[in-house]
């Protein structure tokens, strides 16, 4: 079976996202006790919409989200905040993908 490489495989698609449709792009900057650092970054990074940018030993992650809508964004906040040894999140980005 021949993989087709011309056609590049988008964060959309992934997400289930059709081309064309609007999304939402954000960053955020989670910050958790030091000791509970990978812990975190390995919950955030099984969340389908974000990705763990950086993560500093200092206890700050950069996250970004790809999402369908704020909603989403909201959601992703609130469960990044439940996660053991997280401090803060805090949104310091977000732009409409149209």
Sequence with gaps: MQS??????SRRSLLGLPD??????????VRCRPESLDTVAACIAR???A??????TSGK????LETRDEDEIVGAM???????????????FHQTDA
Excluded: F
């Excluded at 087709?4 to 495989?9: H, M, Q, Y």
């Excluded at 609007?22 to 900057?29: D, K």
């Design 51 to 56: 990705e763990v940018a950086m993560a500093a």
């Design 20 to 29: 064309e449709a609007p999304g939402h792009i954000s960053s955020l900057i």
């Design 4 to 9: 087709d490489i011309s056609t590049p495989v």
């Design 61 to 64: 992650i950069i996250v970004t």
């Design 78 to 92: 609130g469960a990044m905040e439940r996660m053991r040894g997280v401090v803060s999140v805090a949104l310091v």
């Design 47 to 49: 969340l389908r919409i």
